[in-house]
Nanobody, 115 residues
Framework: QVQLVESGGGLVQAGGSLRLSCAAFGTIFSNTVMGWYRQAPGKQREVVAD???????NYAGSVKGRFTISRDNAKNTVYLQMNRLQPEDTAVYYC?????????WGQGTQVTVSS
């Protein structure tokens, strides 16, 4: 069993930055992929970025070059540094971890970008 706790969301002006953190409580194995998803009002949840235990990263095209995902395995924590934020980035951001057939979600943190 894994519990994910996000923090770092908030309100920011377009062009600003935020850093999200997700702390995982429980056992994280070497095959666990962690990442960030987001869901805007009226839209489906979509993947933003993910990262493997060894640091291989994937980004959605809409955030590539602006967001950076990182992972501290010793702390069981994943981060999302978000730069040059745009109103289109407004969403609830969810931390995710999947390990074999097990999938875990955080409660979400609101990111609002004003123009």
């Amino acid at each position: 069993q894994v519990q994910l706790v996000e923090s770092g969301g908030g309100l920011v002006q377009a062009g600003g930055s935020l850093r999200l953190s997700c702390a995982a409580f429980g056992t994280i194995f070497s095959n666990t992929v962690m990442g960030w998803y987001r869901q805007a009002p009226g839209k489906q949840r979509e993947v933003v970025a993910d990262i493997t235990f060894i640091g291989s990263r994937n980004y959605a095209g809409s955030v590539k070059g602006r967001f950076t995902i990182s992972r501290d395995n010793a702390k069981n924590t994943v981060y999302l540094q978000m730069n040059r934020l745009q109103p289109e980035d407004t969403a609830v951001y969810y931390c995710n971890a999947h390990q074999s057939v097990d999938v875990y979600w955080g409660q979400g943190t609101q990111v609002t970008v004003s123009s």
